[in-house]
Structure formats: C-alpha cells, structure tokens
C-alpha cells in the first residue's frame, strides 16, 4: 500500500463515468489516533496505539477522565505507568477529536428492554465524530453489532453530519473487540485481531495500523459485514456450548451425578470441547446472542438454537436459588427469614466489572421467596445499580452473621485467599447448605462439616 498515493475511483455522477479524486490515507505507522470510550476496550487499545504516535482518548465520563490523568486505573487493565506514558492524552472535549487521523469507536452497545439491541451509544459516538472529523481520516468501529450495522446505520449518520461522503473524503473500517475482562495473562496485543475495511485498501491500512498494537497476528476479514458476524458468532458460540453444560447439570444432578465428572470423562475423546457449568452474565456472551437473534427476526429466521440456549442460562440462576431451598428446607414453600450469604457480584472470576452480573439474578430469585441475602464481593465496582433486591452488601461476612445457607458464585483469588472452611464454619451451622457454583472449596472436606454440592 503507498500512502503517498490518493485512491482514485469511478463514479458515475449525472450520466457520464468520472473518475473522482479521493482523500489519501493517513500514514498507519504515524497516524494519531483517537478512541472513544475508555473502558475494557478502549482503554488497553489506547495504551498499545500510543508506543507509536499520539494517542487521544475521549469519554463523556469526567470522573473516568479524571481518575485516568492522574494514573488511576479501577478496572485494573492498565498500569500506572502504561496510563502516564508521554503520547496518553485523556479527555471529554469532543474538539480535541479533530486532530485524529484514526477514531475507533469502543462504546458499548447494550440490550433496552425486551433485549432489543439498544445502538444509541454507538450511534451518538458517530454523530460525535461526524461533527468533528476531519477530511482523510479513518472511522474504525470495535463496538459489538449485528451484521449489516455499520454500512446501514453509522455510514449514514457520519455522512449526514460531516457532509462529507464516505471513500472520497473519509473512510470506514470494523475490526471487532476479542478483549476478556480480568484477563491478566491474556492483553490486548496477546490476541489476534480480525479487520475489515470499507475497500481492500482501508484493510490493508488497518492490517498496518493494528499491528501497532497487536503482536499475535491480524485477519483480514473479506468484508465489514463478515467482521460483524464473526465477533457475534465468536460469543454466540460460547453460549450454545455453555447452555448445553447447564441443562445437562440438571438433568444429571437429578439423577445423582456430577456434571463435572461427565465433562472430565467425556473430555477423554480427542474431540470433545469441554464446558463447564456457570451462570453466563457480562456485557459480551449475555448479550450478544440478542444482536444475532435481532439480525435473525430481520430475515426472518426465528434462531431456535440461539434462542432456546439464551433461556437456559438466563434460568441457571433460578435453578441455583431452587438449590438453595431445597437442600435447606425440602419441606418448606418459601426461604421466609432465611439468611443467605452470596459470595460473589462480579459476573466472572477476578473481575470488578458487576454489568449483567447473574449473581445479582441469583439474589433476586433468593429474596422474592422471602430470604434474608448478604452479598459479600471485595473487588465488585458498585458504581451502578444490576439488581439484587433487598440484598444487604457487607464489608465483613464475619460481622454479618451466622447464616443458614451460602452461595458461591465467583472464586477470585481473595476469595481463594481469605474463606477457608474454617472461616465458613465461624459463620455457618454444622450441616448447612454450602451451593458452590464455582469450585471454591474442597468438596471431599467440606462435605464433612456441611450439605454441600458443586456441580
């Protein structure tokens, strides 16, 4: 690719053919770039961008921004040093935009009501860019969509706003998030990176760009609307499976047998992938099996498969709080005045982010049948409300009790740490329910001391 060069194209304008000169594109290797939302995402891709050339990162969020110039990072997937580096600068003043060669979009898009996918973040970020964009740049979305969004809804919108026409004085590309929350050992560089563009010259171009950051290699997907596809499908995939593990742990917890057994004995078939057992929250997995069942219903296709695995790991909750009642009081028709401890509010191991955390789905299935529930997470950032009605968040589980049952349902390391059996049984009656989702304690010794099941 010569980035001295501008790309020509013909377009018929009126009638007769005319070959329109269009806007060069900016250099790969130098270009600044600018990202636009600072979370799990962005965040990591402006640290990696910024090694080379300046490096912008907007949110609308100032405390975020704040917190960011002076180092601080709660989300923990960047250090103190990576955010001070010399080519960081954060800020909320949408101007700064315009000195962009590069905007990458890493908002999130979540479900409204109904689990319609909701794209009035992504859309309000373009609108953003379209008003500050200069002629020549390159808009790159990593924001999770449905196949079809970014040429049918963001092209339109960046087109309207700036005036300006898409492959003549701007440029469009894709190339989907692939980052996991709380992942320490695997970053952003670590994980090889799908692109797609606009025209085989704008992928060439992220190809280059990208590889600023990313060390583990780059796809070039053929088209935009095949890179939208593959990061929901990617997700899409890890629900089916997981559903599948969940289904069939009650169907063999029914019939007294370990569904962990069965995947460790079933695993010894070369191709067997094992999944294990879970309750599937977050902002990835949970939620975009919706965009591909909203991208279904466009054409018509009702997703059974999607869908049906969707229900089942939306129930896995109810079927722990069912857990919880009857190993407690098999007799009983309600938990009424019953003190369940949750373990657990973050939606995945060592993670602080709680965002469509089905631990808080466990709570509110606990407290509507009349249970008393403390919710005990160290490392969960409360900055928002999930859910979890009437549940009591505590500091101390020590101070809080005794309880008559405890659910576990996240196993950070300070959990692994901190709760030993003997700390359970200070808080906890001999022969009390223990259900641990998450393989937190030892079972062949607690089983001694408590009616405990794992999966």
């Known amino acids: 690719m010569n980035n001295a060069m501008p790309i020509a194209r013909e377009h018929v304008q009126n009638g007769p053919l005319k070959l329109v000169q269009t806007k060069e594109l900016p250099n790969p290797d130098t270009a600044v770039v600018a990202v636009l939302g600072l979370g799990y995402v962005g965040l990591p891709l402006m640290v990696g961008f910024a090694d080379a050339a300046r490096t912008i990162g907007f949110d609308i969020d100032e405390a975020r921004v704040e917190a960011l110039t002076r180092g601080e990072d709660p989300t923990e997937m960047a250090t103190r040093d990576e955010l001070l580096k010399e080519n960081m600068e954060y800020t909320c003043d949408i101007n700064t935009l315009r000195d962009a060669d590069v905007l990458v979009v890493c908002v999130p898009t979540p479900v409204m009501q109904g689990n319609r996918p909701d794209y009035r973040p992504v859309l309000a970020a373009t609108k953003t860019i379209g008003q500050n964009m200069k002629p020549g740049c390159v808009v790159v979305f990593e924001s999770t969509v449905d196949p079809g969004t970014t040429e049918n809804k963001c092209i339109p919108v960046l087109e309207e706003v700036s005036g300006m026409q898409e492959g003549v004085d701007f440029y469009v590309g894709y190339s989907p998030e692939r980052v996991s929350p709380g992942e320490k050992m695997r970053r952003v560089g670590d994980i090889a990176k799908i692109v797609a563009g606009s025209t ?139 003190r369940v401890l949750v373990l657990g509010r973050a939606f995945k191991d060592n993670c602080p982010d709680i965002r469509n955390s089905k631990s808080f789905a466990v709570m509110d299935s606990l407290w509507s049948r009349g249970a008393d529930v403390f919710s005990y997470d160290p490392i969960a950032d409360d900055t928002h409300f999930e859910g979890g009605r009437g549940a009591k968040v505590i500091d101390d589980i020590e101070a809080e009790g005794p309880y008559d049952a405890v659910v576990v349902t996240a196993k950070h390391d300070c959990f692994v740490e901190e709760i030993d059996l003997i700390k359970l049984a200070s808080v906890l009656q001999r022969g009390a329910p223990v259900v641990d989702l998450r393989g937190l304690f030892d079972e062949s010794i607690a089983k001694l001391q408590f009616k405990y099941w794992t999966p």
């Not at 088209?223 to 089916?240: C, Y």
């Not at 370990?258 to 999944?275: E, L, Q, R």
């Not at 296709?301 to 969707?310: F, G, K, N, P």
């Open 200 to 338: 085989p010259e704008v992928t060439d171009f992220l190809e280059v760009l990208y590889s600023r950051v990313v060390k583990a290699g780059l796809f070039k997907a053929t088209s935009i609307k095949v890179a939208e596809a593959a990061k929901i499908l990617e997700n899409t995939q890890r629900d089916v499976n997981i559903a599948l593990i969940n289904e069939m742990m009650q169907l063999f917890d029914a019939m007294d047998i370990k569904v962990t057994d069965v995947v460790a004995a079933a695993g010894s078939k070369w191709n067997f992938h094992k999944y294990f057992p879970g309750l599937v929250g977050g902002h990835c997995i949970s939620v975009d099996p919706f965009f591909l069942l909203n991208a279904g219903r466009s054409q018509g296709l009702s997703m059974e498969m999607v869908a049906s695995a969707r229900a089942v790991n939306e129930r896995t909750a109810h079927y722990i709080s069912d857990k919880v009642h009857e190993m407690l009081d098999e007799e009983a028709h309600n938990l009424q005045g019953k």
